[in-house]
Protein backbone atom coordinates (compact mmCIF):
# COMPACT_ATOMS: atom_id res chain seq x y z
CA UNK A 1 0.00 0.00 0.00
CA UNK A 2 3.07 2.34 0.87
CA UNK A 3 5.96 2.82 -1.23
CA UNK A 4 9.49 2.94 0.08
CA UNK A 5 10.04 6.24 0.36
CA UNK A 6 6.31 6.83 2.13
CA UNK A 7 6.99 4.07 4.73
CA UNK A 8 10.74 5.73 5.21
CA UNK A 9 8.71 9.31 5.81
CA UNK A 10 6.33 7.25 8.04
CA UNK A 11 8.81 6.66 10.14
CA UNK A 12 10.51 9.70 10.44
CA UNK A 13 7.62 11.53 11.57
CA UNK A 14 5.86 8.79 13.17
CA UNK A 15 3.77 9.25 16.58
CA UNK A 16 2.61 6.25 17.61
CA UNK A 17 -0.68 7.19 16.42
CA UNK A 18 -2.48 7.86 13.06
CA UNK A 19 -3.92 11.22 14.03
CA UNK A 20 -0.55 12.53 15.34
CA UNK A 21 1.04 11.20 12.48
CA UNK A 22 -1.11 12.89 9.70
CA UNK A 23 -1.08 15.78 12.29
CA UNK A 24 2.78 16.24 11.68
CA UNK A 25 2.53 15.26 7.73
CA UNK A 26 0.12 18.22 7.18
CA UNK A 27 2.22 20.43 9.54
CA UNK A 28 5.54 19.53 7.81
CA UNK A 29 4.34 20.77 4.44
CA UNK A 30 4.36 24.71 4.35
CA UNK A 31 7.83 24.41 4.87
CA UNK A 32 8.72 21.38 1.63
CA UNK A 33 9.72 23.04 -0.96
CA UNK A 34 11.23 19.55 -3.25
CA UNK A 35 8.09 19.22 -5.17
CA UNK A 36 9.06 15.80 -5.42
CA UNK A 37 9.32 15.13 -1.02
CA UNK A 38 6.05 17.45 -0.97
CA UNK A 39 4.46 14.78 -3.83
CA UNK A 40 5.13 11.94 -1.26
CA UNK A 41 4.06 13.48 1.95
CA UNK A 42 0.71 14.20 0.84
CA UNK A 43 0.58 10.90 -1.07
CA UNK A 44 1.12 9.14 2.36
CA UNK A 45 -1.16 11.34 4.05
CA UNK A 46 -4.28 10.61 1.88
CA UNK A 47 -3.68 7.15 2.05
CA UNK A 48 -2.98 7.24 5.87
CA UNK A 49 -6.61 9.63 5.81
CA UNK A 50 -8.11 6.74 3.67
CA UNK A 51 -7.41 4.11 6.47
CA UNK A 52 -9.51 3.22 10.09
CA UNK A 53 -7.23 3.88 12.95
CA UNK A 54 -7.64 0.16 13.38
CA UNK A 55 -6.60 -0.45 10.26
CA UNK A 56 -3.51 1.97 11.04
CA UNK A 57 -2.75 -0.17 14.40
CA UNK A 58 -2.81 -3.76 12.20
CA UNK A 59 0.15 -2.54 9.48
CA UNK A 60 2.06 -0.20 11.84
CA UNK A 61 4.40 -2.87 12.49
CA UNK A 62 5.29 -3.42 9.03
CA UNK A 63 5.94 0.38 8.74
CA UNK A 64 9.80 -0.60 8.90
CA UNK A 65 12.06 2.04 6.90
CA UNK A 66 14.13 0.49 4.38
CA UNK A 67 17.64 -0.11 5.67
CA UNK A 68 20.65 1.81 3.26
CA UNK A 69 21.75 -1.42 0.81
CA UNK A 70 24.99 0.48 -0.32
CA UNK A 71 27.55 -2.38 -0.02
CA UNK A 72 29.44 -0.55 2.71
CA UNK A 73 30.45 -2.64 6.31
CA UNK A 74 30.92 -0.11 8.86
CA UNK A 75 30.76 -2.73 11.98
CA UNK A 76 33.66 -5.41 10.52
Not at 3 to 25: F, K
Not at 41 to 48: G, R
Amino acid sequence: MFTVEEINLLCIYSTGTRAGLLADLRQALPDITDPELREIIENAAAKLDSLSDAEYIEIQPGLIPAEDDDGDDEGG
